[in-house]
């Protein structure tokens, strides 16, 4: 019984991060990460998946959102870090990609 529980989350868990990852289009900032991507210079028909996740500070408050935008064919992430409120706070790559005008980490 407990290994068929074990399982159900399991499965459960992974059902959540599909329906989180396919829903990105969906989510608060998404227009802000959108005017981000095209402000920067790249064609949404390049771009291979967008990650949402907490930008929260020590005590777990939330200070927003890092929307981890990946792009065809490119080694790392452009991040769109923004605001609980989905205001922008900042733009860089992560892992390596190179971007002109983009802040590189």
């Not at 990852?21 to 998946?49: F, L, R």
């Not at 500070?57 to 605001?83: F, I, S």
Request: proline share 3%; net charge positive; charged share 15%.
């Amino acid at each position: 019984m407990k290994r068929n529980v074990l399982i159900a989350a399991a499965l459960a868990g992974a059902v959540a991060l599909s329906a989180s990852a396919a829903n990105a289009a969906e989510h608060a900032c998404a227009g802000t990460v959108s005017q981000q991507i095209a402000a920067v210079g790249v064609s949404p028909s390049d771009v291979e998946k967008v990650t949402y996740s907490v930008n929260s500070d020590g005590n777990n408050n939330n200070r927003g959102w890092n929307a981890w935008v990946q792009l065809k064919g490119e080694p790392g992430y452009l991040v769109v870090d923004t605001r609980p409120d989905c205001g922008l706070r900042q733009v860089y790559t992560r892992g390596g990609l190179k971007l002109s005008g983009v802040k590189a980490f």
